[in-house]
Structures are given as C-alpha cells and as structure tokens.
C-alpha cells in the first residue's frame, strides 16, 4: 500500500506540471476554437482600485490616459478603499478633468471597492488594473479586439512581470507568471481561461457579478462569465507589466498562501457551477490547473515520508 500511495503521489505531481500542460497543447493543435477579432472600440470604464497607493497613483493616471483610445470612449475611475494616504489628493489634482475619484468611507477590500466602481460606471466594457500595473500603449485597443466576437464576454492581458536581475524572488515570481501564461494561452484556445490577473482583464458590463468581499474576483468573475454562456478568452497583444514589489521570500509565502485560501473559498463559492455533468471540460481543468496543484506540497511530502521510512531504494529523496 505505501508504494501505491508513493507511486499515486508522484505520478500526480508529473501529471500536474507536465501531463496536464502537454494535453491542453495537443488539444489547442487538434481543435482549436479561435476568437474572431476585428477593431473594436465600444465605451470603456477603465477601473483602479487603490488603498494607499500615493508613491504610485499619479504614474498611473498618467500611463492611463496616454492609452491608444478614442477619449470619448475612455472613462477613468479611481475607487479608494479608505486610503489614509495622499492618494485621493493627488487625484483630485492631477487628473480631475478627465478621472473621476471614487472615495470610500473605511476599508472593505478590493471586491467591494470594484463593486463600488461598476455601480458608477457607464461604459459597455469594464477593464480592471491595479495601480502599479503599467499599460504599453496599444494594450487597451488589443484587450477590446476579441469583444468583436459575439461569444467572448471576459479578456484577460498578457503580464510581463518585472524582474531585478539580481533578486531570485523576482525571477521566481516571473517565471512562475510565464508559466500560467502559457497554460493560459492554450486554455483560451480550447475554450476558456480559469482565471485572470487583477492586473488587466476586461468584462462585459452586463456580465459582471457582484461579489462578497472575500472572494477574489479575478478568478471568480472570470467563472461567472462562463456560466453564462460566454468565452473568457486571453488577448497576448494586451501586454502589461507589474513591478517587483520588494518582497522578501517570508512576504512572498504569506501572500501565496493568502490567494490559494482565498482560491479555494472561491471554489467553494462556485460549487454549483462545477457539476462533473453539466460543466465537464471546466470542471476538468479546475481539478488538474487548480485543485492538484495546490495540493502538490502535500503529495511531494507524503512521498518523501514513505520514502524515508521504508528506504525502497529508488533513489529518490523529495523534500516538503
């Protein structure tokens, strides 16, 4: 029986980071269901949600409203969750002719803040960021093109992360991005993307879920999409980048462990959506992009146990 449970555990973690990402590849190659894109410039409500972000709001406004878009069709709003900062300030200085500041009394999250931002907004698209995220230029005219498509209702960017060469937590964090953008590029060409960086993705304003302010919405406004009969699909010409954010490796664990909790309340938030009958391809990649990998570190634990404790000679130690 241990060498069952060994052999399971292992042949799970191959399957995780090497099966599962060679079977979506294959199937993108074998019956891709392109998006039909085409110029496409319906009204925009560009949404930044910020608390406390004064060393970085004003860059970002800046980067903004230098986007490649008709600006009759561009509509910038700042939603501040309680900042204590200068950051209503300096949107209230720099920027007020052409961005309209959302501010909120106390602290609620980030999700409520953006329900807050949809309530006001009057755009057909809503496009979230983050406030340290920055745009190339041409990435809002590319994040729109797939809406072109009928069927498509959620479009999610391509992030670059930024790197210091010399910080291995960076290049870990990048390299692990480039990693779920490449599962991502595929997924999107099978059907549907999981999920999408709060960095950059876009949602038909009819199509957007308000949430409970413990849900991560990137991830569950992408579902809620797909239960209603819509692609979430992935724009790779809607380059952005996010900054490394100077965490140590302690800082870069805790949040980690932050968003795979809150993950996992997010499956449970959606568990009538994932019914092995109704959503099968969904449900399907849930399991092996999601649930299986976030159980990696106890499969790769239970493997090293067995290992050490009867020393079957196989000659492989796995640490936790």
Same mark, same amino acid.
């Given at each position: 029986?241990?060498?069952?449970?060994?052999?399971?555990?292992?042949? *799970?973690?191959?399957?995780?980071?090497?099966?599962?990402?060679?079977?979506? %590849?294959?199937?993108?190659?074998? $019956?891709?269901?392109?998006? $039909?894109?085409?110029?496409?410039?319906?009204?925009?409500? %560009?949404?930044?949600?910020?608390?406390?972000?004064?060393?970085?709001?004003?860059?970002?406004?800046?980067?903004?409203?230098?986007?490649?878009?008709?600006?009759?069709?561009?509509?910038?709003?700042? @939603?501040?969750?309680?900042?204590?900062? $200068?950051?209503?300030?300096?949107?209230? *200085?720099?920027?007020?002719?052409? +961005?309209?500041?959302?501010?909120?009394?106390?602290?609620?999250?980030?999700?409520?803040?953006?329900?807050?931002?949809?309530?006001?907004?009057?755009?057909?698209?809503?496009?979230?960021?983050?406030?340290?995220?920055?745009?190339?230029?041409?990435?809002?005219?590319?994040?729109?093109?797939?809406?072109?498509?009928?069927?498509?209702? &959620? @479009?999610?960017?391509?992030?670059?992360?930024?790197?210091?060469?010399?910080?291995?937590?960076?290049?870990?964090?990048?390299?692990?991005?480039?990693?779920?953008?490449?599962? /991502? =590029?595929?997924?999107?060409?099978?059907?549907?993307?999981?999920?999408?960086?709060?960095?950059?993705?876009?949602?038909?304003?009819?199509?957007?879920?308000?949430?409970?302010?413990?849900?991560?919405?990137?991830? @569950?406004?992408?579902?809620?999409?797909?239960?209603?009969?819509? /692609?979430?699909?992935?724009?790779?010409?809607?380059?952005?980048?996010?900054?490394?954010?100077?965490?140590?490796?302690?800082?870069?664990?805790?949040? =980690?462990?932050?968003?795979?909790?809150?993950?996992?309340?997010?499956?449970?938030?959606? =568990? /009538?959506?994932?019914?092995?009958?109704?959503?099968?391809? %969904? &449900?399907?990649?849930?399991?092996?992009? $999601?649930?299986?990998?976030?159980?990696?570190?106890?499969?790769?634990?239970?493997?090293?146990?067995?290992?050490?404790?009867?020393?079957?000679? +196989?000659?492989? =130690? %796995?640490?936790?």
């Amino acid at each position: 029986m241990a060498a069952v449970i060994f052999w399971a555990a292992l042949a *799970t973690v191959v399957y995780v980071y090497a099966g599962y990402p060679l079977l979506i %590849f294959v199937l993108a190659h074998l $019956r891709p269901r392109p998006v $039909r894109q085409a110029p496409h410039t319906p009204t925009v409500s %560009f949404i930044i949600a910020a608390y406390n972000e004064e060393a970085a709001i004003a860059s970002k406004l800046e980067n903004t409203l230098a986007l490649e878009y008709p600006r009759e069709r561009l509509e910038v709003i700042v @939603v501040s969750d309680g900042s204590s900062d $200068r950051t209503e300030d300096i949107v209230r *200085t720099r920027s007020a002719e052409r +961005v309209r500041l959302l501010a909120l009394d106390g602290r609620h999250g980030k999700t409520v803040a953006q329900n807050r931002a949809v309530e006001a907004a009057t755009g057909d698209v809503l496009v979230f960021s983050d406030a340290t995220t920055v745009y190339r230029p041409e990435a809002l005219r590319a994040l729109m093109a797939p809406f072109a498509d009928p069927e498509v209702g &959620c @479009v999610a960017g391509w992030v670059i992360m930024g790197v210091e060469q010399q910080a291995s937590i960076h290049q870990g964090r990048s390299a692990y991005a480039d990693y779920e953008q490449w599962l /991502r =590029r595929y997924e999107s060409l099978v059907h549907s993307i999981l999920g999408a960086s709060g960095a950059v993705y876009a949602v038909r304003r009819l199509l957007y879920t308000p949430l409970e302010s413990d849900v991560i919405s990137d991830m @569950v406004q992408v579902v809620k999409v797909v239960e209603q009969g819509y /692609r979430a699909v992935l724009a790779e010409d809607a380059v952005v980048y996010e900054p490394g954010e100077g965490r140590v490796i302690g800082e870069e664990l805790e949040r =980690r462990t932050r968003i795979i909790t809150r993950g996992l309340r997010g499956q449970f938030y959606l =568990r /009538r959506f994932f019914h092995p009958l109704r959503h099968p391809w %969904f &449900c399907f990649q849930v399991l092996s992009h $999601r649930l299986l990998r976030w159980g990696v570190p106890v499969f790769l634990r239970n493997s090293s146990m067995i290992s050490a404790t009867r020393g079957e000679g +196989v000659g492989l =130690r %796995f640490s936790s």
